[in-house]
């Protein structure tokens, strides 16, 4: 607990977690994650394994922090998207050839050696996993300024949602700082299609 509140980083860091409909250009800070990373179709067995394990971990941290009084709400996952080839279009690269990096965001008091204990234990909980789970880093990442939009609906609609949000970049005069970004607001095993949140962000710089 934190003053005897479970801390939520969705709720504290409003910023970081809401997007508009419309392109928007937003800042954010070092922010310290889990990340795992890897490479194929994101509804291949390796992405489902993997995101199995960087959960396993997290909420091995959120144990250890309880145990300490500083609870927190484990966060939404995110994931680092980009392709090899970087002369083509990502969209027309085949989807195995996708290179992923997943991520869960950790409160600023998460420390490393917390991480390193997480995972020790999770290891031995899910031995199939363990050596998904040594992968595992804690790594601080700093996007800086960034141009985000939120996208509902499936995730094969990003496309559009995407084109609008490049167009802003050209607008303004931005080009790609780093690699697109995403944040999985609903849960897909929960959640419609066509009502799904997720936000797409996008690091820049100026041209």
């Known amino acids: 607990m934190m003053n005897g509140q479970k801390l939520d980083l969705a709720k ?16 954010f800070p070092e922010l310290n994650y889990l990340a795992l990373e890897g490479r194929g179709d994101p509804n291949g067995e390796a992405f489902r394994e993997s995101t199995e394990a960087l959960y396993t971990v997290a909420y091995g941290v959120k144990g250890l922090c309880k145990s300490e009084q500083a609870d927190f709400t484990v966060a939404k996952l995110e994931g680092l998207w980009w392709v090899d080839s970087g002369a083509q279009d990502p969209l027309k690269v085949p989807r195995e050839e996708w290179r992923w990096r997943i991520l869960i965001r ?3 008091f998460v420390t490393a050696d917390k991480v390193v204990i997480a995972k020790l234990a999770a290891g031995k909980k ?9 992968a ?12 985000q939009i939120m996208h509902i609906g ?3 609609d990003e496309p559009a949602t995407l084109e609008r949000l490049h167009g802003y970049m050209t607008r303004q005069g931005l080009t790609g ?3 697109h970004h995403e944040i999985y607001l609903s849960d897909p095993r929960k959640s419609a299609p066509a009502s799904r949140k ?3 962000r996008m690091p820049v710089r100026k041209l």
Do not use: W
């Open 12 to 27: 504290q860091d409003k910023l970081y977690y809401t997007a508009a409909l419309e392109p928007r250009l937003v800042n």
């Open 106 to 108: 950790m409160p600023d």
């Open 126 to 134: 899910k031995p199939a996993l363990n050596g998904l789970i040594q």
């Open 136 to 147: 595992i880093a804690f790594l601080p990442i700093h996007e800086g300024e960034c141009v």
């Open 154 to 156: 499936p995730y094969s």
């Open 177 to 179: 700082n780093g690699p």
């Open 198 to 200: 997720t936000i797409l």
